[in-house]
């Protein structure tokens, strides 16, 4: 672990998902400091500055990236947005994460190969989404976090806890 080793050859495949990888996660990060309170809000907003800077250094290395750089602040704003008015619809909440990543799979391809992989990308986005959802259920209903599980099983009356 002290010595640096190549674990993988530079191609464009490693530094896309790198480039992309940094994206994500300063967008991740700010999502995280409007949802979170006290002590990790603080945490958030420290991570931030190199998170920006990993960002930046992305699309100074890359400017082909900017249009998805957007699609990443929008999408994730229309999403905010959908969790913020308490959308009770899964499919409704997994769409813009949906998109998001079918633009990234599709990122640099073109004709049928670039239908295809948006169209993948934007299924296994949904999925993560939903997954993801179904998997922190229990969690956000006991925190109050947003969850589109969570919010129809209320207005149903029932609760996604499971007692044995």
């Known amino acids: 672990p002290l010595h640096k080793k190549t674990m993988l050859a ?11 990888a940094a994206l994500l ?15 990790k809000r603080f945490a958030y907003r420290i991570l931030s500055v190199p ?11 890359d400017p082909a990236l900017l249009p998805l750089d957007e699609t990443v602040h929008t999408d994730l704003s229309v999403l905010s947005a959908l969790e913020k008015s308490g959308e009770m619809s899964p499919d409704a909440a997994a769409e813009p994460f949906g998109h998001l990543l079918g633009v990234m799979f599709a990122h640099g391809l073109t004709d049928t190969n670039r239908r295809i992989a948006e169209t993948v990308g934007t299924a296994v986005g949904r999925c993560i989404y939903l997954l993801d959802a179904a998997d922190d259920a ?26 044995s």
Do not use: W
Request: one cysteine or more; proline letters at 3%; aromatic letters at 6%.
């Open 10 to 20: 530079d191609c464009d495949a490693l530094r896309y998902t790198a480039h992309t």
């Open 25 to 39: 996660t300063h967008y991740g990060v700010l999502d995280n400091i409007t949802d979170e309170h006290g002590i």
């Open 51 to 61: 998170t920006s800077s990993m960002r930046k250094k992305a699309l100074r290395l």
């Open 138 to 163: 229990p969690k956000d209903e006991v925190s109050g976090a947003y969850n589109p599980f969570v919010m129809q099983a209320k207005s149903d009356g029932i609760s996604v806890i499971v007692k």
